[in-house]
């Protein structure tokens, strides 16, 4: 019997399809195992969320870019009124040679720019809990000590960004008062992340949008691309 992890994961990836952003010949059944995902986390000192082992398991597949509409003002201003507008991020490929390669690299590449004393200058300690999943114009991470999340307070969301030009993270508001890490939080979690760019939680409201402009309904199938934009 599948888990609720998986169960959503394979529900995200099959919306991914009847949207028409992904075809089936761009999925091909994972090569993970559960004993590959522990050895990365013995690697690391981590402990990967349950959805996202569950999605890291579920398919291999060489697309990295994926977009879709959001509100342009930010996640946390989610009401119908809101704008909305296309948005792009690179998810990490999972290729069926060596599946986890560029995960281990994001991880590597991360603390290494995080820890260079000519660059963030940080102890690996204060950010060994980020794992990055991709790109936004800079590392997109999972920030592991987020686990009281709330969707009404951004402050304890799990999925943030950092910018891949900005190395004073405290200048820039990525360290708290506390002088705790954040980033800067884009996301509740995973599971809002694969709503929003796999199961289009705001299609029908960017279409209404777009309609009162005059304009035409989106191609998704320009909504998946291989490579960087």
């Known amino acids: 019997m599948c888990s609720a992890e998986e169960q959503i994961v394979e529900r995200a990836f099959q919306r991914l399809i009847r949207r028409g952003a992904a075809s089936e010949s761009m999925l091909m059944p994972s090569t993970v195992t559960d004993g590959d995902l522990d050895r990365f986390e013995r690697r690391f000192g981590v402990r990967l969320p349950a959805l996202f082992r569950a999605y890291l398991k579920a398919y291999c597949y060489d697309f990295t870019t994926v977009c879709a509409p959001v509100p342009l003002d930010g996640a946390e201003h989610s009401e119908p009124e809101s704008e909305k507008g296309l948005c792009w991020i690179e998810l990490v490929s999972l290729p069926q040679k060596d599946p ?130």
């Open 100 to 229: 986890l390669g560029n995960l281990y690299a994001g991880m590597e590449s991360f603390r290494k720019i995080c820890t260079d004393r000519n660059l963030v200058n940080l102890r690996l300690e204060r950010v060994k809990n980020f794992v990055p999943i991709g790109e936004w114009d800079g590392p997109l991470c999972i920030d592991l000590h987020q686990n009281d999340v709330r969707a009404d307070d951004p402050s304890t969301w799990q999925i943030c960004r950092f910018d891949e030009t900005v190395f004073d993270w405290k200048a820039a508001g990525y360290i708290d008062g506390r002088g705790v890490v954040t980033g800067e939080r884009k996301f509740p979690d995973f599971r809002a992340l694969l709503d929003i760019y796999f199961c289009g939680k705001y299609d029908r409201a960017y279409e209404c949008q777009l309609r009162a402009c005059g304009g035409e309904k989106p191609d998704y199938s320009f909504y998946i691309q291989t490579g960087r934009r």
